[in-house]
């Protein structure tokens, strides 16, 4: 694949934000009909068993379909990121892959299919508490 040719947009590859979704709906699909095969042995006699893990959506995983597309771009980032503002009309689309792949996300790791510790890291969910103290000395406070 010559990728050199397809690294700098001088026009859109995607035409239309409708030919995006397409194309996420797409892998959408290709991710849920191709789950990961995971090898175990059951039984007394140790039998070789697969189990079928279901995968998850990653903006990576949809940037990476859309590479292997011939005359597709290699990377989203100037769609997502309205450069030069000449994506305005891709930008709720956009929005829209992302909140789907955080949805599938938190939803799996909510529902254990996905690993949860995982999840809430990528998402920015993880509990955080922060421990201060306080110490008065003369009406003066110290953190």
Not at 1 to 19: F, G, Q, S, V
Not at 78 to 96: G, I, P, W
Not at 109 to 130: A, C, F, H, W
Request: aromatic share 10%; hydrophobic share 30%.
């Amino acid at each position: 694949m010559n990728l050199k040719n397809r690294t700098m947009a001088k026009h859109k590859y995607i035409k239309t934000p409708e030919a995006m979704w397409k194309l996420f709906e797409n892998k959408t699909k290709q991710t849920q009909d191709n789950p990961f095969k995971r090898m175990d042995f059951k039984g007394k006699f140790s039998t070789k068993v697969y189990y079928e893990l279901e995968r998850c959506l990653t903006l990576e995983g949809f940037e990476n379909y859309v590479a292997d597309k011939p005359d597709h771009p290699v990377s989203l980032d100037h769609y997502f990121a309205n450069a030069d503002k000449k994506y305005e009309k891709y930008l709720s689309v956009c929005s829209r892959i992302r909140k789907s792949i955080r949805q599938d996300q938190i939803e799996g790791g909510m529902s254990g299919v996905y690993n949860p510790s995982i999840t809430q890291r990528l998402n920015g969910l993880v509990d955080k508490q922060e421990i201060v103290k306080h110490k008065v000395i003369k009406g003066i406070v110290i953190e």
